[in-house]
């Protein structure tokens, strides 16, 4: 087995390495869509999962990361990340099969404890492959190729979690359909195909070739590297942004799902379409926000798609008013809509900006620190979320508008915040606090919103332009009426000026 670093990577090893990354990309993915997100939600709520369990499901995971510090200590004694990353996947990665013979093994009430144990422990094992995959990845990937290879990346992997997340949502549906009874059983076959689609990707891991971890003049201490991202004042306001911005998100992102099935009591499949759009508008954006991203830098893009996310989330406060109405379902299309597309800039540019600003000889260090900080915020964030939901249930801060006549007494909700709409809103404030963070991150290449909006507007219009020349499209545009009607009015207006300047000549 070759685990040997190279001094150096010749180019086409380089490329053959990315399309390795690629492939691991998709496999990963189909692994987390079948294993996670909704279908993980909605098993712990089967197994008879609380809120404030709900959030600690989600606050395990960047918890477990925690572990990244001996992981990083692990990393710099070894010297050899792609084995360390082999290992740690094919192991974390197993525990999906466990977590699918839960319902086979222990009662509801055990099942539960057996699945936060089995996601922290995995998690728990997955800081080792961060550790050790992102600064992998640091020297691997060209700097002037971020945008672009992780753009395409993400595009691949989330067009494939498109059809998979649907087709894995009909049959869950048909599944309860066909088996009332057993529809844990259900989500065990999902947990197990993830499983084998994650050993793949490990596969995928172990042919990536790795360069060489680039030596110090001097060995430092372990807790000297640590502190070395925290003296670098530009890299300790990239962590100040990032781990605010992962608290906001983590307040709020996790209990969409518990919100649309508890609170409007959708049912999944329509829960997986609104997730679907989401996902379709990140990948539709997504090739667009590397290439602005490669052309300007990651801080504009996430300058623009930071507060596009953040009044996403504020939206979710006017779902109900104070119960679901003609404009709920509407406006959940275009949260998730705007979602998506913010979602794509964000994380596309997030990891990239981190890769982008940790020095070379130093990254596995910097890295891992930005990620313990993201992890310590995004592991509280659901926990106080889900506590939160309990403790305002069944409270209400409503405002009303009225309207009085002698014969009519009319009453409007402009506002009212139940349960989860109270920390939506705490999300939003915290968010536009992690937006003035970001401000104070200098990155070269940075520019005006404006400039960035006027950019975007112009790749969707040369998207628009290149699509508009398939088929004859184009020719048939010619044709339509619309098309002759303004050639009419625009020769008149020729016509009609030739004969003004005639008079004018002529007088």
């Not at 249930?393 to 002698?406: I, N």
């Not at 009212?416 to 709409?421: E, I, N």
Request: charged share 15%; hydrophobic share 50%; with cysteine.
């Amino acid at each position: 087995m070759n685990f040997v670093p190279k001094d150096a990577l010749t180019e086409e090893e380089v490329d053959q390495g990315l399309r390795w990354v690629t492939k691991d990309g998709l496999a990963s993915q189909a692994m987390v869509t079948l294993t996670g997100g909704v279908f993980l939600v909605g098993f712990a709520l089967k197994l008879g999962a609380p809120n404030y369990v709900i959030g600690l499901l989600a606050a395990l995971p960047p918890l477990a990361d925690l572990l990244q510090l001996p992981a990083i200590l692990l990393v710099e004694r070894v010297r050899n990340r792609k084995l360390i990353s082999v290992f740690s996947a094919a192991l974390a990665r197993s525990f999906w099969l466990l977590i699918a013979l839960i319902p086979f093994l222990f009662s509801a009430k055990l099942g539960l404890v057996a699945l936060l144990i089995a996601v922290f422990v995995r998690y728990a094992i997955v800081s080792f492959v961060s550790v050790g995959w992102n600064s992998w990845m640091r020297d691997l990937v060209p700097q002037g190729k971020l945008g672009t290879f992780f753009s395409r990346r993400m595009t691949l992997t989330t067009a494939l979690a498109l059809p998979l997340s649907l087709g894995a949502a009909f049959y869950l549906d048909k599944w309860k359909l066909a088996f009332p009874e057993r529809e844990l059983e259900g989500y065990s076959l999902l947990f197990a195909l993830g499983f084998l689609a994650g050993i793949i990707g490990v596969y995928f891991i172990y042919r990536t070739p790795e360069q060489r971890m680039e030596i110090k003049g001097e060995k430092e201490k372990f807790f000297s590297l640590l502190l070395e991202p925290f003296r670098d004042v530009n890299f300790r306001n990239l962590m100040a942004f990032s781990s605010s911005w992962s608290f906001a998100v983590s307040l709020a992102a996790p209990f969409f799902t518990v919100y649309m099935l508890k609170r409007l009591e959708f049912g999944m499949p329509f829960v997986i379409l609104l997730s679907a759009i989401s996902q379709l508008m990140h990948i539709v954006f997504l090739r667009v926000w590397g290439r602005l991203a490669d052309r300007f830098n990651n801080k504009s893009v996430l300058a623009v798609c930071g507060p596009v996310f953040i009044l996403s989330i504020l939206g979710w406060t006017f779902t109900t008013l104070p119960e679901e109405y003609s404009l709920t379902v509407p406006l959940l299309f275009l949260l998730h809509i705007l979602m998506g597309i913010s979602m794509a800039g964000v994380n596309l540019t997030l990891g990239n900006i981190g890769f982008k600003l940790a020095p070379r000889e130093g990254a596995t260090a910097y890295l891992a620190t930005r990620n313990i900080m993201n992890s310590i915020a995004a592991g509280v964030g659901p926990i106080l979320g889900g506590f939160a939901a309990d403790f305002f249930a069944g409270k209400e801060l409503s405002m009303l508008m009225r309207w009085t006549t002698p014969t009519r007494d009319v009453t409007f909700h402009t506002l009212s915040l139940q349960k989860w709409d109270f920390f939506f809103v705490l999300a939003f404030i915290i968010g536009l606090y992690s937006i003035h963070r970001l401000a104070l991150v200098k990155e070269e290449g940075s520019v005006k919103k404006g400039i960035l909006v006027q950019e975007l507007f112009s790749e969707l219009k040369r998207d628009m332009h290149s699509f508009s020349t398939i088929g004859g499209t184009r020719y048939i545009n010619q044709l339509l009426p619309w098309h002759s009607m303004r050639n009419f009015v625009v020769n008149l207006k020729a016509v009609n000026d030739r004969r003004s300047n005639f008079d004018r000549e002529s007088s």
